[in-house]
């Protein structure tokens, strides 16, 4: 097998930055350090794997007249579906066939900082034209993701512009609910460029209730940005919009039957984007946020995902048809967000109805009434955007301080905690986009959402509205440097991260 080399930079990184010995692997020649890692492999061991995964550039055909070219896992977009047993230990070799080192984040699951995926904690690089062999047990059970983590800069081919992002299905001991199909769908836009026409203001998050001082600094913050001549920073838009890959009306009808139940497990692998979904004469019932089982499952006309959520949701098939499941914006619809869901015995042009005005409120699938636990420590943390301060590019803050550039070298934590404390984060918006949150190697609980209560609903990602508080309570138990960031690839490129640190 051709061992992937690993430049003499990044192990005299890992041997610099970790405490313990570090080992360059034998078989694999990966630098690993005790720490990071989460069992060695040995060479009886080494003969095979469970999954292989190969980044490569590949053309996708996202439609007869649309092929586009991007770097995917294994030729195809999505990446394979992964299905991992809850606590039973797998082997997945990743090979890059591209000339970029690069970082295979496995998003949700409580892995160690070696296998995470992410170079600022310190992951090792997938060398370019090498490769990397990962066993780690999987957890928590559910819908989980895995993904590039190299930023991207301006780069629109890079990091998650690309089509490396895949499904991961961690199989619980219990299956909640039961239902006789079960269907991945996977949210995704292709050929991004970037604009200079601002975001389209987005309300369908409840509370709406917006905090008067985060407004009046955001607001008065871009005012004098303008004022000074500065234009709008960046924003990026795509040409064409896909459903596993394919836009709609083009590639196979999902095809059910009158009476089924159907799981649908739904990902927005957007690298930007804040997706809806709706299927007309059709409620989800949503029982599972981000592969976590909620609470209290609950029946809505529309579902909302910021980039990298999950919703597992079961639909009953009782309204026969062909339709449209799809976007409620027009215009990305058109543009081939949706796919054609075809009931046995049914034909004809697949439908679509503008679903009623709708809401989006985590607090409906959480445990009503149930105050949740204290947190041990209150860490505060303000989100603020610097309009085009970074070549064009918004730059973001937070509590005042982008992410260090250099982090890569020399990991600087912005917050340290001790284990087993739990922690709040009250994360506080000084900004009108909405920040899809995202913290790795953990899950949080919501606590509170612009000034509601609410617990009991777990999560890895969480969407903070434009100029609204929330806050999530997370429990310290997986060690070591812990990024988290806004998800939006265009933020988190642009200093929205920081990094926790303890042992
Ligand atoms: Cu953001």
């Known amino acids: 097998m051709c061992a992937a080399p690993t430049s003499r930079r990044d192990f005299l990184r890992l041997t610099g930055t970790v405490t313990g010995a570090a080992i360059f692997h034998p078989v694999l020649g990966i630098a690993d350090s005790s720490p990071f890692r989460a069992r060695a492999l040995d060479f009886s061991e080494a003969a095979s794997a469970d999954y292989t995964l190969r980044i490569a550039t590949s053309p996708i055909e996202l439609a007869p007249n649309h092929i586009v070219s991007a770097i995917t896992y294994n030729g195809q977009f999505p ?105 991945f769908l996977v949210l995704k836009e292709f050929e991004p460029s970037l604009s200079r026409g601002g975001d ?68 927005n692998g957007s690298a930007t984007e804040i997706r809806s979904l709706a299927l007309p004469g059709h409620t989800f019932k949503v029982i599972a946020l981000d592969g976590n089982p909620v609470p209290s499952p609950a029946e809505v006309p529309v579902l909302w995902l910021g980039t990298a959520e999950r919703i597992s949701a079961i639909v009953e098939m009782k309204h026969p048809g062909v339709w449209v499941l799809g976007d409620l914006a027009d215009d990305d619809r058109a543009h081939g967000m949706g796919i054609v869901i075809e009931y046995a015995g049914q034909h004809g042009k697949p439908q679509w109805l ?37 070549q064009g590019f918004n730059e973001w803050t937070i509590n005042g301080v982008p992410f260090p550039a250099d ?15 739990r922690y709040r984060l009250r994360m506080r ?59 939006q690839q265009l933020h988190m490129d642009f200093g929205f991260m920081a990094l926790f640190d303890y042992v």
């Open 354 to 390: 503008k679903p009623p005005p709708f809401h989006w409120n985590y607090a409906r699938f959480g445990k009503p009434n149930v105050p949740n636990a204290q947190p041990d420590e209150t860490i505060d943390m303000l989100f603020s955007k610097r309009n085009a301060a970074n």
């Open 407 to 421: 982090s890569m070298e020399k990991p600087t934590p912005m917050f340290y905690l001790r284990q087993g404390r």
């Open 200 to 267: 389209m203001a987005m309300n369908f998050l409840s509370p709406a209730a917006r905090v008067k001082s985060l407004e009046d600094a955001g607001e008065s913050a871009m005012k004098t940005s303008l004022s000074k001549g500065m234009p709008h920073g960046y924003e990026v838009g795509y040409r064409y919009f896909t459903i596993n890959g394919r836009m709609l009306g083009h590639g196979e009808p999902l095809r059910v039957k009158s009476g089924q139940r159907v799981l649908f497990h739904v990902l």
């Open 429 to 487: 918006n000084a900004s009108d986009d909405i920040h899809p949150m995202h913290l790795h190697r953990h899950s949080f609980e919501l606590t509170k959402l612009a000034g509601q209560p609410i617990s009991g609903v777990m999560k890895d990602v969480v969407m903070v509205n434009g100029y609204q508080q929330v806050e999530v309570d997370f429990t310290a138990d997986n060690p070591g440097l812990t990024l988290f960031h806004c998800h």
């Open 79 to 183: 990446g394979p579906l992964l299905r991992f047993k809850e606590g039973q230990q797998t082997v997945v070799d990743v090979f890059n066939d591209t000339d970029a080192p690069e970082q295979l984040h496995w998003h949700g699951q409580f892995v160690p900082v070696g296998v995470d995926g992410a170079a600022e904690e310190g992951t090792p690089f997938i060398p370019a034209h090498g490769m990397r062999r990962i066993a780690f047990t999987p957890r928590p059970p559910g819908l989980r993701f895995y993904h590039t983590h190299n930023r991207a800069g301006a780069d629109l081919h890079a990091g998650q512009y690309s089509a490396q992002v895949g499904p991961v299905y961690i199989e619980p001991q219990h299956e909640p609910g039961s239902y006789d199909q079960e269907i």
